[in-house]
């Protein structure tokens, strides 16, 4: 049973910064492919930044030079530092986890992926 529990969202200044941990349980990182998605109030969920097994990253436009995703595969912590935060920004944040084998739609495309956490909201005044 795949377990992702996220932590670390709360409140911030623009231009402030915030690092969002998932912690994961159930499978191994290496076996995965990993993301964070965000979804503000009537929009659609986003996909912000993946990174593969072999450690390959993907971002999209509107984070990249700001937000870096990083793993700890010995503790099994995903992780999002994000940097320069601005209201654009606010929304709730989802580490989900994508299965070897499953329909591949691209690392930033939340169909990819069959696990989800509860999510962790961030918001940027």
């Known amino acids: 049973h795949v377990q992702l529990v996220e932590s670390g969202g709360g409140s911030v200044q623009a231009g402030g910064s915030l690092r969002l941990s998932c912690a994961a349980s159930g499978y191994t990182y290496s076996s995965y492919c990993m993301g964070w998605f965000r979804q503000a109030p009537g929009k659609e969920r986003e996909g912000v930044a993946a990174?593969?097994?072999?450690?390959?990253?993907s971002y999209a436009d509107s984070v990249k030079g700001r937000f870096t995703i990083s793993q700890d595969s010995a503790k099994n912590i995903l992780y999002l530092q994000m940097h320069s935060l601005n209201p654009e920004d606010t929304a709730m944040y989802y580490c989900?986890?994508?299965?070897?084998?499953?329909?591949?739609?691209?690392?930033?495309?939340?169909?990819?992926?069959?696990?989800w956490g509860q999510g962790t909201q961030v918001t940027v005044s």
């Open positions: 989900a986890a994508a299965a070897a084998g499953v329909v591949w739609y691209g690392p930033l495309v939340s169909k990819s992926y069959n696990h």
């Open positions: 990174i593969d097994s072999d450690g390959s990253t």
